[in-house]
């Protein structure tokens, strides 16, 4: 059950202070671990509950040493481990998996899908994907699909993926994911990343659900951060001029910045109350949220579900 008492304000180190026993003995997986952004918050919060391992998982080693230092500082005891992964690039997410394996990772508890882009430029990976699919979606939809055996080794297995009231943004179909045919627009292409994210949770539920996984995709809220440096005032102001229009979730009118831990409390929320129903929510603020409707078409789910197996090259039962 959700706690009532958790909202906007509520920092990550709260939210691990309330499920201690969530966090002691456990090993959790973290997306974009760079400093001063919500990865790190939700990894500094983490490793104050005594964490068996942490496993931070990014595209530069050096970038953030200093978020492994400081949870070694916090926490003596907790095995920390360094994962190199470029989500833009599907070869790279396949090493990652295998140095995992390497590592002698045998199970990972919770797996939090934090990295992501807003609002870039046009451009093609390495693969030649859109940019903001291939890293907010596709990216970590191999990395995870590929961890699946380890997740499911867990007595208790989750799978958070971070998405954005963007969403809202997105066209609610993928017939022109790489932008074709359309003209590319930056919120646009945002928003449909963003959508896939949720879309991944609710396909994760349906088909590893009775396995004992539970997923939840979790919107942080404005947070100021690195993401945010593409998004110009005039695009700013016409997403909020959207979303006005069509928001339809619990406290929309709160507008402030919210800072890295706070932007951390829900990610949290999902990793670590225990018995979270329903199973594949989406959460806002700490509590559960009203999506766009697009989130709950079978057909647009199985579609993207089946084009992600396509473009990465391989099938998961």
Not at 129 to 156: M, V
Not at 201 to 215: E, K, M, Q
Not at 266 to 288: F, H, I, K, M, R
Request: charged content about 20%.
């Amino acid at each position: 059950m959700l706690n009532p008492n958790f909202r906007s304000e509520t920092t990550g180190e709260e939210v691990v202070a309330a499920f201690p026993e969530s966090v002691k003995g456990r090993v959790f997986l973290v997306t974009g671990p760079t400093p001063n952004g919500i990865g790190a918050a939700t990894l500094l919060a983490l490793a104050k509950a005594q964490p068996h391992t942490l496993i931070l998982a990014g595209r530069t080693l050096s970038a953030f040493k200093p978020v492994a230092d400081e949870i070694r500082t916090i926490g003596p005891t907790i095995r920390v481990v360094s994962l190199q992964v470029d989500l833009v690039s599907l070869a790279s997410v396949r090493q990652a998996a295998v140095q995992l394996e390497e590592d002698g990772i045998e199970y990972i508890d919770v797996m939090i899908n934090n990295a992501g882009i807003m609002a870039t430029p046009f451009g093609r990976t390495v693969d030649g994907y859109e940019q903001q699919f291939a890293t907010n979606h596709l990216g970590h939809f191999l990395f995870t699909s590929l961890l699946l055996p380890k997740l499911l080794a867990s007595r208790s297995p989750r799978v958070i993926n971070l998405t954005s009231s963007g969403h809202r943004m997105a066209l609610g179909h993928y017939d022109d994911w790489n932008f074709e045919k359309l003209e590319y627009d930056p919120g646009t292409a945002y928003g449909q990343s963003k959508l896939a994210n949720i879309l991944f949770t609710r396909s994760l539920v349906a088909r590893y659900g009775a396995r004992g996984l539970r997923a939840y995709a979790v919107h942080p809220g404005s947070v100021a951060t690195e993401l945010q440096r593409y998004l110009t005032p005039e695009r700013e102001a016409a997403r909020e001029a959207l979303l006005n229009r069509i928001a339809n979730e619990p406290n929309w009118e709160d507008r402030r910045r919210k800072s890295p831990e706070e932007g951390a409390s829900t990610t949290l929320v999902a990793a670590l109350t225990p018995d979270l129903e329903p199973n594949g929510a989406y959460l806002s603020d700490c509590q559960l949220g009203n999506p766009k409707n697009t989130v709950y078409n079978a057909e647009v789910e199985r579609q993207l579900w089946e084009l992600s197996e396509r473009l990465v090259g391989q099938t998961f039962e």
